[in-house]
C-alpha cells in the first residue's frame, strides 16, 4: 500500500510537519505500509494553462503522478482568509474528475482561528468528493497554538487525533 502526504502549502512548515506526523502515525500503525511526502514547497507546479498534460513541466507532472499512483493520501492545508490556498487549489485543477475513485483521502487542517475548521467541512470535503474520494469520518484541525518552538505538536489530544486519522485512513483502505 502506498500512501502520499500532500502538503499544500509553499510558505511555513507547519503544515508539512502536520502531514509527516501522519505518515509518521501511519507507519507505527503499519510497518508494511510505504509513505512518501509531496511538500510543494519542494516542486515548481505550473498554474493549468489549457494545454495538454504532456506539456507541463516535470514537477507538475511529478505531482500528479505520485496522486495518481497513491492508494491513500493525506491532503494537509493551511486556511488562508477562510480558505485553501491558491497553490494547493491549482494542484487540484490538474487532476482528472476520477483521479481519487477508491482512494482514501484524509485532511489535516492548520488555521490561525478557531472557526477555520470549517474550511474542512464546507470546501475541502466537497472538492474531494467531487474527485470521488473515500472520506474517512475523522480528520484533524491543528491551530496554530497546538505548535511549539519547532513547529512539533505538543497538544496530547491532537497527536490522539493524528494516530486515530493514520488507523481510521488505513483500515478503510483495508476495506476497499
Same mark, same amino acid.
Given at each position: 500500500?502506498?500512501? %502520499?502526504?500532500?502538503?499544500?502549502?509553499?510558505?511555513?512548515?507547519?503544515?508539512?510537519?502536520? %502531514?509527516?506526523?501522519?505518515?509518521?502515525?501511519?507507519?507505527?500503525?503499519?510497518?508494511?505500509?510505504?509513505?512518501?511526502?509531496?511538500?510543494?514547497?519542494?516542486?515548481?507546479?505550473?498554474?493549468?494553462?489549457? %494545454? @495538454?498534460?504532456?506539456?507541463?513541466? /516535470?514537477?507538475?507532472?511529478?505531482?500528479?503522478?505520485?496522486?495518481?499512483?497513491?492508494?491513500?493520501?493525506?491532503? =494537509?492545508?493551511?486556511?488562508? /482568509?477562510?480558505?485553501?490556498? =491558491?497553490?494547493?487549489?491549482?494542484? +487540484?485543477?490538474?487532476?482528472? @474528475?476520477? $483521479?481519487?475513485?477508491?482512494?482514501?483521502?484524509?485532511?489535516?487542517?492548520?488555521? =490561525?482561528?478557531?472557526?477555520? +475548521?470549517?474550511?474542512?467541512?464546507? /470546501?475541502?470535503?466537497?472538492?474531494?468528493?467531487?474527485?470521488?474520494?473515500?472520506?474517512?469520518?475523522?480528520?484533524? +484541525?491543528?491551530?496554530?497554538? $497546538?505548535?511549539?518552538?519547532?513547529?512539533?505538536?505538543?497538544?496530547?489530544?491532537?497527536?490522539?487525533?493524528?494516530?486515530?486519522?493514520?488507523?481510521?485512513?488505513?483500515?478503510?483502505?483495508?476495506?476497499?
Amino acid at each position: 500500500m502506498k500512501v %502520499v502526504g500532500l502538503s499544500g502549502a509553499i510558505i511555513g512548515s507547519t503544515t508539512a510537519k502536520s %502531514v509527516e506526523d501522519v505518515l509518521t502515525a501511519i507507519n507505527h500503525y503499519d510497518e508494511s505500509v510505504v509513505t512518501e511526502l509531496v511538500d510543494l514547497r519542494n516542486y515548481e507546479v505550473e498554474f493549468v494553462r489549457g %494545454v @495538454p498534460f504532456a506539456e507541463y513541466n /516535470q514537477d507538475t507532472q511529478d505531482v500528479v503522478n505520485k496522486l495518481n499512483e497513491a492508494d491513500v493520501i493525506v491532503v =494537509g492545508t493551511p486556511i488562508y /482568509q477562510a480558505s485553501i490556498p =491558491g497553490v494547493l487549489k491549482n494542484v +487540484f485543477d490538474h487532476l482528472s @474528475p476520477n $483521479c481519487f475513485k477508491g482512494k482514501v483521502v484524509g485532511i489535516v487542517t492548520n488555521g =490561525g482561528s478557531e472557526k477555520h +475548521f470549517l474550511v474542512t467541512e464546507y /470546501q475541502l470535503k466537497p472538492i474531494l468528493s467531487y474527485f470521488k474520494a473515500i472520506l474517512p469520518l475523522n480528520n484533524v +484541525f491543528l491551530h496554530t497554538s $497546538c505548535f511549539g518552538e519547532n513547529n512539533e505538536i505538543t497538544n496530547v489530544e491532537e497527536k490522539e487525533r493524528i494516530n486515530q486519522l493514520a488507523k481510521e485512513l488505513i483500515d478503510l483502505k483495508k476495506l476497499y
